[in-house]
């Protein structure tokens, strides 16, 4: 079982639709949560961090569920310039800081 | 923000020729850095965290003689693929976190490696 696990897609969805990403982790020790979206042929750059109340940065909603050890993130009226792939990246700290990025989801966002 | 910058942004060599990748925090001291490669439709996998000062941790099945990894100063860290071959042709990003190496990372644009 991968460590960090995402549907790899693609969510091809019309504007203003509203698109949701799972993703699940396997260790138990893990510690932060982070979305990145990656362009094709880019460096992925952080879009939010995640944290257990849930939060909030304008269109994009963020939660985490220690619990099932499950991640979300929620794109409400999507815009063709949120076609891009999202990384759902987990650190753990076990004896030194370790971080793992899942396979990504890609997003195409359509007139 | 934090900016990293990387260079060379793209490479093309001979097999058997040595490159070296430089990654620089632009605006901050980053006590740790990060190495990644990622092949086509793959995602980021993790060479090595580098440290300054210190030698750099390798993840398995990274060989060290191979990434060379130099962390001179708390901005700058350099990646040298010895020996390159075809196989190493791949997309190398490095990450650089202001704090510890748990926290946010923030990326450089990448280096394209094509070995032919």
């Known amino acids: 079982r991968k460590e960090v696990e995402q549907d790899p897609g693609p969510f091809n969805v019309p504007e203003g639709a509203t698109v949701a990403f799972n993703c699940t982790y396997s260790?138990?020790?893990?510690?932060?949560f982070f979305w990145y979206r990656q362009d094709c042929r880019k460096e992925p750059k952080l879009l939010m961090s995640v944290y257990s109340s849930g939060n909030e940065d304008g269109r994009f909603t963020a939660q985490l569920n220690r619990a099932s050890q499950y991640i979300s993130l929620l794109i409400r009226d999507s815009k063709l310039s949120d076609s891009a792939t999202y990384l759902c990246?987990?650190?753990?700290?076990?004896?030194?800081?370790?971080?793992?990025f899942g396979a990504g989801t890609r997003l195409f966002v359509k007139a | 923000g934090a900016v990293v910058s990387q260079h060379p942004s793209w490479v093309i060599c001979k097999s058997g020729t040595s490159v070296k990748i430089e990654c620089r925090s632009l605006d901050f001291q980053a006590t740790t850095m990060f190495w990644y490669r990622q092949f086509p439709k793959q995602s980021l996998m993790l060479m090595a965290t580098?440290?300054?000062?210190?030698?750099?941790?390798?993840e398995q099945g990274v060989e060290k003689d191979k990434f060379l990894i130099n962390h001179a100063s708390l901005t700058l860290s350099t990646l040298t693929v010895t020996s390159a071959h075809p196989e190493d042709s791949s997309f190398y990003i490095c990450s650089a976190t202001l704090a510890g190496p748990g926290e946010t990372q923030y990326f450089g644009p990448g280096t394209r490696l094509l070995v032919l």
């Open positions: 990246v987990v650190t753990l700290n076990t004896g030194g800081f370790k971080t793992i």
């Open positions: 580098s440290n300054e000062g210190s030698k750099a941790t390798y």
């Open positions: 260790n138990s020790a893990s510690q932060s």
